[in-house]
């Protein structure tokens, strides 16, 4: 019952904020030419900054495991790769495959996922590993995708344009900036770590804003379909699949608490904005972000209740 209780103080604020960016707009508050300047100011500086952080915030060299890295590099890649080879195969609308790939395998892993981990276990233990494992390929994957799938592709002909498109994207750049500060625990002077906060912080409320704002009821629920189906993807059928070779291959406690993290946590609310600034289907993302996070105070406490039933936790 704790676990089903923090998993509502998790999630709950995020609807809240949500709920904040409807009222804001009805009462004129903002509008949407604010909308649109805050999803380009979260997607070009806010979210790079956040990555840097999550990334380089932890001395991962200290407790650096190759293997266990490797594992969560490549069950990300494998979901990856197969979500977005079945999604090519089975989904018709083009509109809807980028949004539905992204949403279906980005978790939200760095924010929820070490509130979690630090939560049970006074620490966060092996999730930073997990985050070098698999967030960068989060997001390399979600430039490269959105990249090739949105309706901006109609204006990249060619390879050459398209591959200098990807590398300008301004995640993909902070991810790069910031590997080698982790690997060799580098740090920055005082001032420019607490300038890099700042920025990273408006980051999530901001995209909530924006995302409250824009968020139709009437538009989401013709997306219901593949909306639902993304959720199950991420929400129950990854974990259904990657959890059972973790435990066989003898990771517990704070390792399996981050994979479950890495595989089961809700969809994070920058796949709206990545998406909105690629030309993809936000409405379907942001269908699939306010589901996954309504159930995922659900499934998560689940996923907790059996795996500390079979004493893995």
Request: proline share 4%.
């Amino acid at each position: 019952m704790d676990n089903f209780f923090y998993s509502i103080n998790a999630t709950l604020p995020i609807f809240l904020i949500m709920i904040l960016g409807k009222i804001l707009i009805k009462l004129h508050i903002i509008n949407e030419a604010f909308t649109k300047t805050a999803d380009r100011y979260v997607f070009m500086a806010a979210l790079p900054a956040l990555v840097f952080k999550d990334i380089t915030k932890n001395d991962v060299r200290s407790k650096f495991d190759g293997g266990y890295v490797l594992f969560c590099f490549m069950v990300t890649l494998v979901i990856i790769l197969s979500l977005w080879g079945l999604t090519s195969l089975l989904m018709k609308s083009k509109e809807e495959q980028g949004a539905f790939i992204q949403a279906s395998y980005r978790s939200s892993a760095a924010i929820l996922g070490l509130a979690f981990i630090d939560n049970m276990y006074d620490g966060a233990g092996m999730a930073p590993l997990m985050i070098i494992g698999a967030v960068p390929l989060f997001n390399i994957f979600a430039v490269i995708i959105l990249t090739l799938k949105g309706t901006h592709s109609e204006r990249k002909p060619d390879i050459r344009t398209t591959l200098t498109d990807i590398f300008k994207n301004p995640i993909l750049i902070s991810i790069f900036v910031a590997l080698p500060f982790a690997f060799l625990n580098i740090h920055l002077p005082v001032f420019m770590d607490k300038m890099i906060d700042s920025i990273a912080s408006t980051a999530t409320p901001l995209a909530l804003i924006s995302i409250g704002a824009s968020f139709e009821g009437r538009k989401a629920i013709k997306k219901i379909r593949p909306a639902l189906a993304a959720s199950f993807i991420k929400l129950v059928l990854l974990a259904a699949l990657v959890l059972p070779l973790a435990v066989y291959l003898g990771y517990r406690n704070q390792e399996l608490m981050a994979i479950l993290i890495m595989v089961g946590s809700p969809t994070t609310v920058s796949c709206y904005i990545m998406v909105k600034n690629t030309g993809n289907d936000d409405v379907l993302t942001l269908s699939i972000i306010v589901l996954t996070t309504l159930l995922s105070s659900i499934t998560l406490t689940a996923w907790i209740f059996l795996l500390r039933s079979l004493g893995t936790l």
